[in-house]
């Protein structure tokens, strides 16, 4: 079993900054990609932004591009969402994935373990 923790959600006001981790435990492994998506109330699940195992190849909703920035740290088994230039419509929770492979995905499906979210609530 991997569990993932999400942590760093939280208020900030339209064009702020935050940066929200997911620490994985349990039978990790780096080899294998990670993805965060995002759920607004009442809205379906949807990808953010995702990180292949080694950390060479990235991938960003169009939403996001030039805005959020995807990074990890295998030694510490974590992964990193930096968002710069927070819109309203970002308000949502915020899940961490790990990928059924070892690179990029961008469905639901390519992800095999979540973790339980972090709140990120832009003011405007």
């Known amino acids: 079993q991997v569990h993932l923790v999400e942590s760093g959600g939280g208020l900030v006001q339209a064009g702020g900054s935050l940066r929200v981790s997911c620490a994985a435990s349990?039978?990790?492994?780096?080899?294998?990609?990670m993805g965060w998506f995002r759920q607004a109330p009442t809205k379906e699940r949807k990808f953010v932004a995702a990180?292949?195992?080694?950390?060479?190849?990235?991938y960003y909703a169009d939403s996001v591009k030039g805005r959020f920035t995807i990074s990890r740290d295998n030694a510490k088994n974590t992964v990193y969402l930096q968002m710069n230039g927070l819109r309203p419509e970002g308000t949502a929770v915020y899940y961490c994935?790990?990928?059924?492979?070892?690179?990029?995905?961008?469905?639901?499906?390519?992800?095999?373990?979540w973790g339980q979210g972090t709140q990120v609530t832009v003011s405007s």
């Open positions: 994935a790990r990928g059924s492979l070892s690179e990029v995905g961008t469905g639901i499906g390519d992800y095999d373990y």
């Open positions: 349990g039978r990790t492994s780096s080899s294998y990609a």
């Open positions: 990180i292949n195992w080694r950390g060479e190849r990235t």
